[in-house]
């Protein structure tokens, strides 16, 4: 069974599970993402919950790309699914895609 981002970060002692309570009632009423929250909530910086995340999950973290690799690969992503889903592709093949995510723990 996979564990959940909720588990993790109790688990790893990342936050308490009073800031989780916390961030996890903000999350719902603002209808943002859990790993927003955290961030905005400072009880976490982006990429400290980059690189926690990565080291979490066994995901190696991408560093940003640059803007003349981005434009190339997203023209096959149309950019409103990318959006929706928080997903920016990093590689194309023939046929296949690799896409980086804020959470990959999330289902979509």
């Given at each position: 069974m996979q564990q959940t981002l909720e588990d993790l970060l109790v688990k790893t002692k990342l936050i308490s599970p009073?800031?989780?309570?916390?961030?996890?009632?903000?999350?719902?009423?603002?209808?943002?993402?859990?790993?927003?929250?955290?961030?905005?909530?400072?009880?976490?910086?982006?990429?400290?919950?980059?690189?926690?995340?990565?080291?979490?999950?066994?995901?190696?973290?991408?560093?940003?790309?640059?803007?003349?690799?981005?434009?190339?690969?997203e023209s096959h992503l149309p950019a409103e699914i990318a959006r929706q889903h928080q997903i920016v592709p990093i590689d194309v093949d023939a046929d296949a895609m690799t896409i980086a995510t804020v959470n990959p723990l999330d289902k979509v």
């Open positions: 009073p800031q989780l309570a916390v961030a996890q009632r903000d999350s719902e009423a603002t209808n943002k993402s859990l790993a927003e929250t955290l961030i905005e909530m400072g009880f976490v910086d982006d990429r400290q919950f980059a690189e926690w995340l990565a080291g979490a999950t066994n995901i190696p973290m991408v560093d940003p790309l640059r803007a003349e690799v981005i434009s190339d690969i």
